[in-house]
C-alpha cells in the first residue's frame, strides 16, 4: 500500500518561499510509469493541480504556476518537494501531494480520487 505524507511550515509570510515535502512509503517514486503530483484546495474553492515530476525526474507544471513553483525530489529519501515563490493570501489552502494514476497526470482534477493514492493534505496559510 503506497502512502504519501506531507509535511512543512503551516504558516508562510507573504512574499516569501512556501516549502512542502511530500514522504512516499510502501512504493519507489522512480518506478517506472508514475508521476507525482502536487495539487491545492483554496477555502470555498476546487482543487487546483500545481506540477507534476515524473519517475524520470522530468517537471511539468501549470501554466497558473510555473512562474512561481518547483518540484524537486530526493530518491534516496523517496520524497518530493514543492517550493512556491513569492506567496500571497491567495496562496492560502490545503496542499496535498499525490501519485496519478498508471501514467495518466490529471491536470484538471474534481476530486482526489482522480489520484491513485494522495495524502491526507497540510494546511497552509499565508499571512503576516
Known amino acids: 500500500q503506497v502512502q504519501l505524507q506531507e509535511s512543512g511550515p503551516g504558516l508562510v509570510k507573504p512574499s516569501q518561499t512556501l516549502s512542502l515535502t511530500c514522504t512516499v512509503s510502501?512504493?519507489?517514486?522512480?518506478?517506472?510509469?508514475?508521476?507525482w503530483s502536487w495539487v491545492r484546495q483554496p477555502p470555498g474553492k476546487g482543487l487546483e493541480w500545481i506540477g507534476y515530476i515524473g519517475y524520470g525526474g522530468d517537471t511539468y507544471y501549470s501554466p497558473f504556476f510555473s512562474s512561481r513553483a518547483s518540484i524537486s525530489r530526493d530518491t534516496s529519501k523517496n520524497q518530493f518537494t514543492l517550493q512556491l515563490s513569492s506567496v500571497t493570501p491567495e496562496d492560502t489552502g490545503v496542499y496535498y501531494c499525490?501519485?496519478?494514476?498508471?501514467?495518466?497526470?490529471?491536470?484538471?482534477?474534481?476530486?482526489?480520487?482522480?489520484?491513485?493514492?494522495w495524502g491526507q493534505g497540510t494546511q497552509v496559510t499565508v499571512s503576516s
Open positions: 499525490a501519485r496519478d494514476r498508471d501514467g495518466i497526470v490529471t491536470v484538471t482534477p474534481t476530486s482526489l480520487n482522480d489520484y491513485d493514492y
Open positions: 510502501g512504493g519507489s517514486i522512480t518506478t517506472n510509469k508514475y508521476y
